[in-house]
């Protein structure tokens, strides 16, 4: 007679309710701002101020998540787990996460392809030109590849498989918010999204970490924002 208690503890949450409906308020508010904005939080001030913004708001979400989690005894590296003790171990998941991007890009495109998404004016509009920008937007990237990951894999995941009391529904609501808070890039774009956010998902499940996961949306968002205005000419 103790299933029941076994089955609500394999998946405990890491905060409260109220604590992940604040996140998920702020995730879809700043989507719907950047959708109005075209890709840009303060488009009338230029890019630059545009990816401080971005980074400001996602720190902002992770400082809250901090706040949560920790009164419950959680720690930041707990959500992210895995350990980088040795030199080794860096390099084992930088080769993950290489892996993972040549197997999820050819997915995604053929998804995209099958979906005929293509890349509208916002996504053009946030791509870096000259070096302040460049910088800025690598300093973005890196912002993006550990807080995008620690909000929707780290967290949200977690969350939401305690609220289903399953994997799958932790992957897939997860992506789903994923998906949703890209919304400046239009929906074909963002169903694209939500299917590499359940990529993700699955590889924070397998590794039991979001160390790869990291490294991989750094990756993606640097190269793809660095080499995307020359590829699109």
Sequence with gaps: MTTPALSESRHPAVAPAWHTAVVLVALLGLSL???????????AYGRA?????????????????WYGVSRRGIRIRDLV?????RVKDFL???GIALGFL???LAILNGVGQLLKAAPNQAIQNIFPHGPVEVTLFLMLAATAGFCEELIFRGYLQRQFAALTQA???????QAIAFGVGHGYQGWRLMVVITVFGTLFGLLAYWRRSIRPGMLAHFIQ?????????????
């Design 49 to 65: 101020a545009s990816y401080v913004a971005v980074m400001v708001s996602e720190w902002v979400i992770v400082a809250f998540i």
């Design 33 to 43: 701002v950047s959708a109005r904005s075209h890709g840009l939080l303060f488009a």
């Design 167 to 173: 994997t799958i529904g932790g992957i897939v609501l």
């Design 92 to 94: 084992r998941d930088l």
């Design 81 to 85: 787990a895995g350990r980088w003790t």
């Design 102 to 104: 040549a197997i999820s």
């Design 221 to 233: 968002d640097s190269v793809g924002g660095l080499l995307g205005p020359h590829m699109m000419r």
